[in-house]
Structure formats: structure tokens, C-alpha cells
């Protein structure tokens, strides 16, 4: 091979060796941007795939679903209104646990509809709020499984598993209630949380199957 033939290959050999740097670089970027956007459920989606190429595929989807809605803030109206409703059905907790739970998933959904995120769906919905809210989402799944179980009328669960799941609710209700409320959170005097109630009230240790 003459000296330009080296030239030649030398310079092909470069090129290849900045594409595939480029290409690591933009993979690389990629993985960092969903790794802070979604936190834990990015480790979530990796075990639940089996591949970290599979899991950042469906989250780069999620993502995208997500940032084509329009969320919209409540007023302050809208709030206190939730608020309110939120009040009444965590004071309900204490009597009457199991319709409680059913009845804050409701409410949950009914937040999301009002701020724009569909509801058609558990597994859309969740994925939602692990977009904006990903510290909470595992708190929705377990609540959410709670409150199936208890509506299908199946085996029921106890009331440990009850109040646990209304404790979720409640973690999601503050994020999705004060979110972009300039920076009121659930533990301010305006916040959800600000009546609560004692929800160990009820037979705090009865580890029983809810009967109704």
C-alpha cells in the first residue's frame, strides 16, 4: 500500500472512530436524560424488560406520550375544591376503610382528568404520573392494587394493607394537587395533609381480612 492509500485508511479509521464516539456519546445522553426525568422508574423499567435498550425505548415512548399533553394547573378554586373532597374522604377512613381507599383512587382520577392526564386506563395512567411524579408512582401501584382487590370483592385486605394504601394515595393526591402551585406542598398549612386524621385509628393492629 502507497503512502495515500495509508493517508486514506488512517483518515477512514478516524471517521469511524468519531462515529462511534458520537454514537456512545448521544446513547449516553440519552440514558442520563431519562435517568434524571424518571429516577427510580427507570431502574423499574430496566428489571421489568430484562434490557436497558428495551426499557429506554418504552420510557423514551412515555415520555413522548407525555410531553404531547396539555397539563394544565388548577385554579385556586379547582384546589381548595380537592382539597375539600380529599378531606372528606380521608375523615371517612376511620369508619369505613375499605370504601375510603375506593373512593380516593376515584378522586385521584378524577385530579388527572381535570389536569389533562388521560384515565382510560390503570397502566396509562401510571405511567403519567411516573413521567412527572416518579417518586410516586410505586405508591400508585400499591394503592391502586389495594383498592382492586377490595372492589372486586375477592379475599379483601386487611386493614394495615387499607390504611398503607390510603397513605399512598395521599403522597400522590399532595404531588398532583400542588404541583406548579408555587411551591405549596402537602406539608404546608394549605397542603392536603394539613387536617389529617389519625388513620391508625381503626383496630391499629387488626391484621384480619376487611369483611366489608
Do not use: C
Request: proline share 3%; aromatic share 6%; charged share 35%.
Amino acid at each position: 500500500m502507497n503512502a495515500t492509500g495509508i493517508v486514506i485508511l488512517l483518515v477512514l479509521i478516524i471517521l469511524a472512530a468519531v462515529a462511534v464516539a458520537v454514537i456512545l456519546a448521544a446513547k449516553r445522553r440519552k440514558r442520563d436524560q431519562l435517568q434524571d426525568r424518571f429516577g427510580p422508574e427507570y431502574d423499574r423499567a430496566v428489571d421489568q424488560h430484562g434490557s436497558r435498550k428495551e426499557a429506554e425505548s418504552h420510557l423514551a415512548d412515555v415520555a413522548d406520550r407525555r410531553d404531547a399533553l396539555e397539563i394544565t394547573d388548577l385554579s385556586p378554586e379547582q384546589r381548595a375544591d380537592f382539597r375539600d373532597r380529599w378531606v372528606v374522604v380521608q375523615t371517612a377512613f376511620v369508619d369505613q376503610p375499605s370504601r375510603a381507599v375506593q373512593d380516593a383512587d376515584r378522586l385521584v382520577a378524577s385530579l388527572m382528568r381535570e389536569r389533562g392526564y388521560p384515565v382510560d386506563d390503570f397502566d396509562t395512567k401510571v405511567d403519567m404520573v411516573a413521567v412527572d411524579h416518579p417518586q410516586v408512582a410505586e405508591h400508585y401501584r400499591a394503592a391502586h392494587s389495594v383498592a382492586g382487590r377490595t372492589d372486586r370483592g375477592s379475599e379483601g385486605s386487611t386493614t394495615e394493607e387499607q390504611r398503607q394504601a390510603f397513605v399512598h394515595y395521599r403522597a400522590l393526591f399532595a404531588e398532583l394537587l400542588d404541583d406548579g402551585d408555587h411551591g405549596r406542598h402537602a406539608g404546608s398549612e394549605t397542603g392536603p395533609a394539613a387536617r389529617d386524621v389519625d388513620l391508625n385509628d381503626r383496630n391499629r393492629s387488626d391484621a384480619r381480612p376487611n369483611k366489608e
